[in-house]
């Protein structure tokens, strides 16, 4: 055998408890979105420990990117998988959203609970807003990096236009962008520049599973049938059992079958496919309002994990309000679970069945045209995302307009909250000139909206 196709046991060469005692020391430092959580990953898995080369996480990063879900959490899933085969994949990925599950459980039970007093609504006050400039930020980040020719910027501006304009549904908006990104890199090559790849050798010792090994588990008709199997089991009887027990209607099957579809089209990141979620929670379901919303992203960002983990936040409140006939609190924490669940069972279930095809499909160069079109339109869907955000947040009321045709949602100018603009500047100083932290910029703004809320001026 080559080393090209020479099976290794990781699982020797790395302990898997202490593969366990790393992944959660991982998960505990997973704030400030993806760029943040494959920083940590990155400066502990390669930088430190040397357990995977540079190009080797590159590569299983640049495919979790095409993947539908959290691209962050689908990278340590792979990586464990590489480390000890499946049950590392399912550690490691398992770990790096369970301290967001549980801090975000905590914090949505007490906005429920004290949501309405004065600290409360002042300290989300001073939350809100700033999730308008880090909103701001992820647009300038993921432009500055995707958008690098004239045609991806038309992507960006389309995709924008298609949602704040035309409704057009997000999943289409995807799925449109991916097929243009791949038509262009056929018809017009120089359109869809290919991204630069790192492909200097690593500094420092040898790589514990050198880039040029293979996995030992392999591709295979029998395995995938295997994986597809279990995981579809895993993923759909939960949803199934709460039909079969609450009814058809009831807010747990909605909420289960709503994100389990949301789950399949999450391309982008958390903040690409919150506008669709935003839109369908607080205008079809009406599970919260929209500067909940808002509001909820904000208990998000102060937590470690995906920021998809929004979603909890969403099925705790609507569970709560619409309980049926079980006790609020009850209903509340079982549809958090559940939609966590169907939320993130796919994102295990796409990297353990592509893994191993991932392994052999380096440089593809379809997959990667598709993924620069749908990259570029990501920058559009997260500005309607920050503007849907900022008429909620710095205004009470909005109003639809007709023109040409088209309703468009305009704030009440009338109606504009001078102190979340104040604060938003603040947040936006502080990000973009300051160059502070996600979380650092979150406590300051916390604390401006309960000095307001303290000082009588008006928060809400």
């Given amino acids: 055998m080559t080393s090209e196709t020479q099976p290794r046991n990781e699982s020797v060469a790395i302990p898997f408890g202490t593969a366990v005692r790393t992944w959660f020391a991982i998960s505990l430092q997973t704030f400030g979105g993806p760029a943040g959580q494959i920083a940590v990953m990155q400066r502990t898995l390669v930088d430190e420990k040397r357990w995977i080369g540079q190009r080797r996480f590159l590569h299983a990063m640049n495919y979790c990117m095409l993947l539908p879900g959290p691209e962050a959490q689908q990278l340590a899933t792979y990586v464990g998988w590489l480390l000890h085969g499946t049950r590392g994949g399912l550690v490691a990925g398992g770990l790096f959203v369970l301290p967001g599950v549980v801090a975000l459980l905590a914090l949505s039970a007490i906005y429920v609970a004290f949501g309405t007093t004065t600290a409360v609504l002042a300290l989300f006050a001073g939350l809100a807003p700033a999730v308008l400039a880090i909103v701001a930020q992820a647009v300038v980040r993921v432009a500055t990096k995707s958008l690098n020719s004239p045609a991806l910027v038309v992507i960006a501006v ?7 304009l035309f409704g057009v549904p997000f999943p289409f908006v995807v799925l449109a962008a991916g097929l243009v990104g791949w038509v262009l890199a056929r ?6 520049p290919e991204k630069a790849r790192a492909e200097a050798a690593d500094a420092g010792p040898a790589p514990v599973i050198p880039d040029d090994v293979l996995h030992s588990e392999r591709p295979s008709t029998r395995r995938t049938l295997r994986v597809l199997l279990v995981g579809l089991v895993v993923w759909g009887v939960p949803v199934a059992a709460v039909a079969l027990l609450t009814g058809a209607h009831s807010v ?5 079958l709503f994100f ?14 919150l506008a669709y979620v935003a839109q369908q929670a607080v205008q079809v379901y009406g599970w919260l309002a929209p500067g909940e919303m808002v509001r909820g992203l904000a208990l998000a960002e102060t937590t470690p994990g995906p920021l998809i983990m929004v979603v909890q936040f969403v099925a705790f409140l609507g569970a709560y309000r619409a309980p049926g006939e079980l006790d609020p609190w009850v209903a509340a924490v079982l549809a958090s679970l559940l939609v966590t669940w169907v939320t993130f069972v796919p994102s295990f279930l796409f990297v353990l069945l592509g893994a191993p095809y991932m392994e052999r499909l380096r440089g593809n160069r379809s997959l ?10 990501v920058v559009g869907v997260i500005a309607n995302l920050g503007v849907y955000f900022a008429v909620h947040t710095l205004f009470r009321e909005t109003r639809a307009v007709d023109r040409l045709g088209l309703s468009i949602e305009l704030p009440d100018l009338t109606t504009l909250r001078p102190v979340a603009l104040a604060i938003a500047v603040v947040a936006a100083v502080l990000i973009f000139r300051v160059k502070w932290s996600i979380l650092r910029t979150l406590g300051v703004c916390a604390v401006l909206g309960l000095a307001a809320g303290s000082a009588g001026l008006p928060v809400s």
Avoid: H
Wanted: a neutral charge; hydrophobic letters at 60%; zero cysteines.
């Fill in 260 to 273: 389990s579809g949301a789950a399949v089209v999450t391309f982008g990141g958390a903040y690409a496919v």
């Fill in 252 to 256: 747990f099957t909605e909420q289960g």
């Fill in 368 to 377: 990667s045209a598709a993924l620069t079109g749908i990259t570029a339109a």
């Fill in 158 to 164: 389309a995709a924008f236009l298609a949602l704040a």
């Fill in 187 to 192: 018809w017009r090559p120089s359109a869809v």
